[in-house]
């Protein structure tokens, strides 16, 4: 939805933390890779294979130190989007959410009304499907 917004070297930080967050519950599920596509079409870059080029400690760490707030909160929301793309919410999904809320400095509260405008824009199409078919 926003990605757009995000210059070049920023898009290829989020697209390797979605890999990883894809990863993290070993199941990198077919939902997931659709997520990444439709988002590296959004950010007009390749889903480089689904590799990572940066370790993850090196992505939060850039992430930290080079993305404004409103970057910030544009990355979380669309993370979001993409752990919630399979419906299954792994244990290993909550831990980085938590962990990436402390480095994003997204709040409780803000971490919860992101997944609940996610869970509702997911609804919407849900809905537009059923409205076209």
């Known amino acids: 939805m926003y990605l ?5 070297e920023k898009k290829h930080l989020f697209l390797d933390l ?9 199941n990198f599920s077919e939902e997931e890779k659709r997520m990444i ?15 990572c080029e940066h370790s ?11 993305m404004t707030k409103k970057e910030k909160r544009i990355i979380f929301l669309e993370l979001v989007a993409t752990i919630l793309a399979d419906e299954v919410y792994h244990t290993k999904e909550k ?11 997204i709040s409780d509260e803000e971490r919860d009304n992101a997944f609940s405008i996610i ?3 997911k609804s919407i199409y849900k809905r537009c499907e059923v409205f076209i078919n």
């Not at 757009?4 to 070049?8: G, N, P």
């Not at 979605?18 to 070993?26: C, P, R």
């Open 37 to 51: 596509n439709m988002h590296c079409a959004e950010m007009h870059i390749d889903n480089n294979n689904y590799e």
């Open 119 to 121: 869970n509702d824009a």
């Open 4 to 8: 757009s917004a995000l210059d070049i």
């Open 18 to 26: 979605e890999i990883y967050i894809s990863n993290i519950d070993g």
């Open 56 to 66: 993850l400690d090196e992505v939060l760490s850039l992430i930290r130190q080079t």
């Open 95 to 105: 831990e980085m959410v938590n962990r990436l809320s402390q480095i994003l400095e």
